[in-house]
């Protein structure tokens, strides 16, 4: 199938490609369809595009690239909704703020990462009520 997006232009996406997000994100509640773009060969970092709304992309990461120490609890409830198995199908997403003016500024959001579902192709955001994470994490040392 096709897709249009405005970062990307129209992209063909395989049917098996898109995550269907069973927990959606905050204050992203109708939007349960995505796929992952690679930002580049060698680039920690992902875009995570709507389906549904050509202009709606989120520029992820994934905390653990950077080895910092980020350890999560992923509650029975959300295992449950995302029908994880094996700890070997979840990716661990982290949305990313990248200013402008300042890459090196980069800060992530460690309290509500997505989890995803690789092999049944579910995805979800979760709150990690109590970690003590910080949604405005700064992911390089100045």
Same mark, same amino acid.
């Given at each position: ?5 405005? /970062? ?8 098996? @490609? ?8 905050? $204050?992203?509640?109708?939007?349960? %369809? ?22 709606? =992309?989120?520029?992820?990461?994934? =905390? ?12 029975? @409830?959300?295992?449950? %909704?995302? %029908? ?12 990313? =703020?990248?200013? &402008?003016? &300042?890459? /090196? $500024?980069? /800060? ?12 049944? %192709?579910?995805? $979800?955001?979760?709150?990690?009520? $109590?970690?003590?994470?910080?949604? &405005? ?6």
């Amino acid at each position: 199938m096709n897709i249009t997006t405005t /970062r990307f232009g129209e992209i063909e996406v395989e049917e098996e @490609s898109i995550f269907t997000f069973v927990m959606p994100m905050i $204050g992203y509640e109708d939007e349960d %369809k995505f796929i992952i773009i690679n930002h580049g060969e060698d680039s920690p970092f992902k875009w995570m595009q709507s389906v549904k709304t050509p202009e709606l =992309a989120f520029v992820t990461t994934s =905390a653990m690239y950077f080895e910092f120490d980020y350890v999560i609890d992923i509650p029975d @409830s959300a295992v449950e %909704k995302l %029908k994880i198995e094996s700890t070997d199908d979840i990716l661990v997403l982290n949305v990313a =703020a990248i200013p &402008n003016s &300042n890459p /090196r $500024g980069t /800060r992530v959001n460690l309290l509500a990462p997505i989890i995803l579902n690789t092999a049944q %192709k579910t995805g $979800g955001q979760i709150i990690l009520s $109590g970690s003590g994470y910080d949604v &405005n994490f700064p992911l390089f040392k100045n």
